[in-house]
């Protein structure tokens, strides 16, 4: 079975698993039926638990689907605390469904994966050991790798049921009421968390932070918690994005970043009121630095920042060009702190942000998208999940969500040490090139041929470099080659989904 | 068949609406079972409509339940033009499903029962023309009244199921995205509406004042919203609370409210970190001005005040005598103001509020309540529904909810005119006895025989005029006399839900 990005897809594992190939990056108009959690009834005016090993024990079952949030990125101390304890309990064929695994986590993880106590995994992404020891094998079952917006519509819709959501927070008080703005370990918006503690059927919550009733804001409200459990320390705000605050002083990426701010203030969406997501990284971080020099310049205020938002972006909140910040996530300190202050950087859950059916999201209101890539082919489509070598090295994150962008444009620089970024086919289909719009690189721009328009209005611009994306494609081969092609067994290791939920591509397992 | 407080219940009626009846304020652990609404998905950048019509058209069929909500109170301008529509689209057999109804809303809610638009209601209270015209047999079927915690729990729990809900707001973006507290018509917090936004199928905001997009804090999210409607004016913030500011000169009144606040400083609830629900009317803010005064001479704080909220506690929430409000509704316009610039002042849905069937909500956390009774019994049943002559001309509000507070205190005037407010039997059971502590009448203190603590407690101060409640009935009776029993015909115009659902006590049709 190949779908309509040309990919061959498991049709067995797929029926078994009741999935069906992508065909259509339009989301259309279904009717969807919601799925809602058990409520075991409390009073809940105290729900300070004795130890996190007696709550593990009463919630938890073998079989049962566990989550985390990855808001804390490497400073997450909650994720191993608890799979600790639940690894010591000896449970077994657990699904663990964090929005995404980070660093950290991947010794546990494949520990617990060891022993049978995690069987199924799905996540946003993995990197590191995790994603070699996945590549080779070593999960019994593929790893389904799912969006930001479409893990929020799996859980809303049931193909995602979480039985016990563990979520750390900086604080809370004993009813459970939380956020991620107060305390030592602020990490800023709980986006992602909001959608296990709405749906999930019993929520612990993990904080080295209990302060009086009643806590407010409450992103978390007491209504959605079962248990509040004291630990010695949750995490370190330090390490939500180290370093990602500096601004790069690497030419190339330089480059990249003028010419997507060059694309961006051509294009028709440059106007009063546009609105824009960035995301983290160096080129992304200095686009919004050579975005910010324009907006002044031209007079131009944004209506609204929306990601993975960082202090740069805050910084134009407050600088009064950006109006609102839509913040799912905070990709460093500055932006996490800064939610605490500004009442113009409203907290969104995943659905809010992402989830394709829904009765709208932010990113359908969204003019400008800049993500990165690890290869991009000369269909447009991204491959952000697995490395030249076919491991598995990424996560999706928001990218196939934020593609519904009027404009989306892709950075990448056109090689990357002997590996070209630009290809013939990418490794793996995770964005679909019918939803990217442009691609820059150093060597110059492409414009996806069904966008015309883009085209048109670009040609008149004279600074603008031009190129066809098989021209691009070239070149990158000029420069490094072409590959051997890549060896892989007959067993499927990941399916990734669109974020409708259907498949578009599969991760099969490397050949050592 | 009669219950728990020895109401004589409408065993046939009952068991065909498959309802059972009340045995105990104790919630107890259920576990519930929570519902979802469908979503029919669309990118929803713009549901501005071009009619309320074509809206009404498109999303309502005969025999569906459509909600309102009451923020406005009688500034609503949003009922009234979206019934008028209904009835003239010619609509049948409706149940009506609002939070509330007030008094803006009884001529067109008779005119629509009149023509068959209106077949059901389930509503918190009714009062004058529609009151009347319901306790003389107006509607055929029995309205079943809730309590606003009630309320949610019967539409969390799928009880109620909401078709069509129209929510009027002060503002909202194209996208859907409202608040409350912006713009001409505020009306602070929009708590019971988010229940509506949250479970309805159809989600319909009304308002006169679309802003640019994105609205934020965002109250009702776009991911809730199917259409906006725009008209000429939403409603008049000024009618949200009348006069509810003004103080008191009612010797009785500020008497009452006097021994109120000795009762709440002797009691054992009062120290530092205490919380409160006063709620409106003349002796309740009465109340908080004399505790205020209390809590400034013993140098004391409260960690929170619930309800129904007024300018009063507003103001004490500035000087720092309070240091949260948890607001589920906005009884005059200083209130509503006030949310805004206060983000102290914490914006609660109603199952938030006191859904019983909750993982904790804010009314178990409450210390002290002071509500108000239009008739007390012996037994402190109290009812706040039904006048002295039967006839329906109240709300249960809250009444069921705050009272799960540690110390429930019950003010009201001794007698009214020529009628007894402390009598041997309440005509109509709302909130039982069980769950109420303290009454306070200007000419005595009666407490519950259940709290032989309190009773010991009150013992000790020289000041409490501590008399029996069976005393008070006898002082009540000797100022106006024995009425005659009232004469109802056989049939059951209204059934009184407890908050759990159970049936407390029926209204039967009055004779003429």
């Known amino acids: 079975m190949k779908n309509r990005v040309n990919r061959e897809l498991p049709a067995a594992l797929m029926a078994q698993m009741n999935l069906a190939p992508f065909t259509s990056s339009e989301i259309g108009n279904p009717e969807i039926k919601r799925v809602a959690p058990k409520v075991a009834v409390t009073t809940g005016t105290n729900k300070v638990a004795e130890s996190l090993a007696k709550v593990i024990k009463e919630t938890l079952k073998d079989g049962m689907t566990i989550s985390f949030h990855h808001h804390f990125r490497n400073g997450d101390f909650a994720f191993n605390e608890v799979m600790d304890q639940i690894i010591a309990m000896g449970y077994q064929n657990l699904t663990l469904a964090p929005s995404s695994l980070t660093g950290i986590m991947n010794d546990k993880v494949i520990e617990a994966i060891k022993k049978g106590v995690i069987t199924n995994i799905t996540s946003s992404g993995m990197r590191g050991s995790l994603g070699e020891f996945v590549s080779r094998g070593g999960l019994k079952n593929p790893v389904i790798f799912r969006s930001h917006g479409n893990r929020a519509r799996s859980i809303e819709e049931g193909e995602i049921k979480i039985d016990v959501a563990f979520l750390g927070v900086p604080v809370s008080d004993p009813a459970g009421n939380a956020n991620g703005q107060d305390g030592e370990a602020v990490f800023g918006s709980l986006g992602y968390a909001l959608i296990d503690a709405q749906y999930a059927d019993k929520v612990v919550l993990l904080t080295d932070n209990i302060v009086d009733y009643p806590n407010t804001p409450a992103s978390i409200k007491q209504t959605q918690v079962d248990y509040v459990v004291k630990v010695a320390k949750i995490g370190d705000s330090d390490q939500i994005g180290s370093g990602a605050t500096r601004f ?112 709208g999201a932010v990113v359908n209101n969204l003019d400008i998208a800049i993500l990165s890539a690890l290869q991009i082919d000369t269909d447009f489509n991204v491959n952000v999940m697995t490395g030249s070598d076919g491991v598995i090295r990424g996560a999706i994150g928001g990218h196939q969500d934020a593609a519904s962008a009027k404009l989306t444009i892709i950075t990448a620089p056109l090689v990357r040490g002997r590996n070209a970024t630009v290809v013939p086919a990418v490794e793996t289909v995770v964005t679909p090139g019918s939803s990217i719009d442009v691609l820059v690189t150093e060597r110059g721009i492409a414009v996806n041929p069904n966008r015309q328009d883009l085209l048109e209005v670009f040609s008149q611009v004279p600074d603008l470099n031009l190129v066809d994306i098989k021209e691009l494609q070239k070149m990158a081969e000029e420069q490094v080659g072409v590959p051997q092609p890549l060896e892989y067994t007959n067993r499927t290791v990941a399916l990734i989904q669109y974020r409708d939920g259907t498949i578009i591509d599969q991760i099969k397992q490397v050949k050592d």
Chains 1, 2 share one sequence.
Not at 257 to 263: G, I, K, R, T, W
């Open 248 to 359: 790069t002083k690497d030419p190339k990426e330089l480059k990249i970043a003028e010419m997507v701010n060059q694309v961006i203030v051509n294009s028709p969406y440059y106007q009063q009121g546009f609105s824009f997501q960035t995301g983290s990284g160096g080129a992304a971080l200095a686009v919004t630095r050579y975005l910010r020099q324009s907006m002044l310049k031209d007079g131009l205020t944004a209506s609204f920042a929306l990601g993975g938002i960082t202090k740069p972006t805050t910084d134009l909140l407050e600088e009064g060009l950006v109006k609102k910040i839509m913040d799912v996530q905070d990709f460093d300190k500055g932006a996490a702190l800064s939610m605490a202050k500004n009442s113009g950087q409203q907290e969104i859950d995943a659905s809010w942000y992402a989830d394709p059916h829904n009765k």
